[in-house]
């Protein structure tokens, strides 16, 4: 046993010596821990209500007053802010993993390769079995691309990271409004993918065919569904009265107005609810191949192009990273306020101004960077904090916690559980989201007291390195 530590430490000596200081990856724990409880509040209301209303003010017979100020924060504080914040915390994890296998000796492509495609893995089951909406597999698809892209330097990274993803604003606009789509946005758009490919065609001719491929896929989509699926009425006001026919349809005592998703947990098998699931995965996979896949991968660009810029060693001036906290969260907040309010406008019938979502996801990028400044802030001054050190912990279980969550949810939703599904409104899962993120995060706390890694993370770690390694303290 002393013999298999010492050659572990000796491959992990290797695998280290060329990483950032150990505060700057207590740093990133942190900031995965934070992201982890903002996903978990985003996804426990797709987990316990039909998809056609988790986004929306569901009281459940609880006080509608209190539903709205629910949706109010979800909508200005989380949706969206802290899936971009774990995406380009994976951008940045992948430029630190890849810059420290390049620097030891041993086959540093196939253990980059291995652990996507045990990612890859794990998420197929995670979506199949426990949450369709899952960005395991997503995000190991990605990876593959990013893969191509790792000898571009960080300029180029976040320069083209950039451009893609505002060029996925555009697209986004397009997907949400198939109704009415302007002439005008679909001929920026295509202009816009058009410099973006010729822009990295100079810097990279792999980054250049994805770009070209871009085009082609969002062409056929937009064929494809201008063509294939029936157009329904898209407004906010239209989604609102048919969520609340939903809700409505889910308290009645009459199993045949209820939606698919209760009435498969409620009267259905066990086999007809993996179906169901199979069938919402297929749907998300496709929707993430057609707007999706884009936008995580400019934000991985971004992330890994901040890595390799060691953009955070700027923040180690305490002035400098508040004024970073100040304006991002001041810009981001500030438009996702305006967002939510004019939302909640379009819901109860006041306007129709088809750009909201525009707004909502401008504001997520210079959110999601504020609070990075923020928790960098958070750290420096309560660095063994009890809150801070249990978050920290959970966040360096990442891949553990993430699956933990589901899998605790599910246990509570589904039939085969506690069946809580389509019995609480959004204030009450909120708070239950608060509350399991809470015991994962001191049980991981816990956890890391007796072993190096979480378990999942051990297994990844071994597949990865093709040995098993020892995981005890």
């Not at 019995?423 to 989201?433: I, M, P, T």
């Amino acid at each position: 046993m002393v013999d298999g530590d010492r050659k572990t430490m000796t491959a992990e000596n290797k695998v280290a010596r060329s990483g950032p200081q150990h505060e700057r990856i207590g740093y990133l724990d942190l900031l995965r821990g934070v992201a982890l409880l903002g996903i978990l509040m985003a996804n426990v209301r797709q987990m316990f209500l039909p998809w056609s209303v988790s986004d929306l003010p569901v009281a459940l017979g609880g006080s509608a007053a209190v539903s709205w100020i629910d949706w109010g924060i979800f909508q200005v504080l989380v949706d969206q802010k802290f899936l971009t914040l774990f995406s380009l915390l994976f951008g940045a994890s992948f430029a630190l993993q890849w810059d420290r296998l390049s620097a030891r000796e041993g086959p540093a492509k196939a253990i980059y390769l291995r652990r996507l495609l045990i990612l890859a893995l794990l998420g197929a089951v995670h979506g199949v079995v426990l949450y369709p909406a899952e960005v395991l597999l997503p995000y190991a698809c990605i990876g593959l691309i990013l893969f191509a892209m790792r000898r571009l330097s960080a300029d180029t990274l976040i320069r083209n990271g950039l451009a893609l993803w505002s060029l996925t604003v555009l697209w986004g606009y397009q997907i949400s409004t198939l109704s009415s789509v302007s002439l005008l946005t679909t001929a920026l758009t295509a202009l816009a993918i058009i410099i973006v490919a010729v822009s990295v065609w100079h810097r990279s001719r792999r980054a250049a065919l994805i770009a070209w491929t871009l085009i082609v896929v969002v062409a056929c989509t937009a064929l494809t569904l201008r063509a294939g699926l029936p157009i329904e009425e898209s407004s906010l006001a239209a989604d609102f009265n048919r969520g609340q026919q939903t809700i409505a349809a889910m308290q009645s005592g009459d199993s045949e107005q209820w939606p698919d998703a209760l009435a498969t947990r409620r009267l259905g098998s066990f086999a007809d609810l993996i179906a169901l699931n199979v069938e919402y995965y297929s749907f998300i996979l496709f929707y993430f191949g057609v707007l999706l896949l884009w936008r995580t991968l400019a934000l991985f660009m971004i992330g890994a192009g901040l890595m390799r810029l060691q953009a955070m060693q700027y923040w180690a001036n305490r002035p400098v990273c508040l004024r970073h906290c100040l304006l991002g969260t001041g810009i981001g907040l500030s438009m996702s306020l305006l967002a939510a309010l004019l939302a909640a406008a379009e819901m109860n019938g006041h306007s129709d101004l088809r750009w909201t979502s525009v707004m909502h996801v401008l504001a997520v990028l210079p959110l999601a960077l504020g609070l990075a400044a923020g928790v960098y802030l958070w750290r420096a001054h309560n660095a063994n904090g009890i809150v801070l050190k249990r978050v920290e912990a959970a966040g360096r279980m990442a891949l553990s916690n993430y699956v933990a969550q589901s899998l605790v949810m599910v246990a509570l939703a589904e039939p085969w559980g506690l069946d809580g599904y389509g019995r609480w409104g959004g204030a009450a899962l909120s708070v239950l989201a608060v509350l399991v993120f809470a015991v994962l995060a001191t049980g991981s706390h816990s956890w890391l007291q007796r072993y190096r890694m979480g378990p999942l993370e051990w297994l990844w770690r071994c597949g990865s390195y093709w040995q098993w390694l020892p995981n005890r303290r």
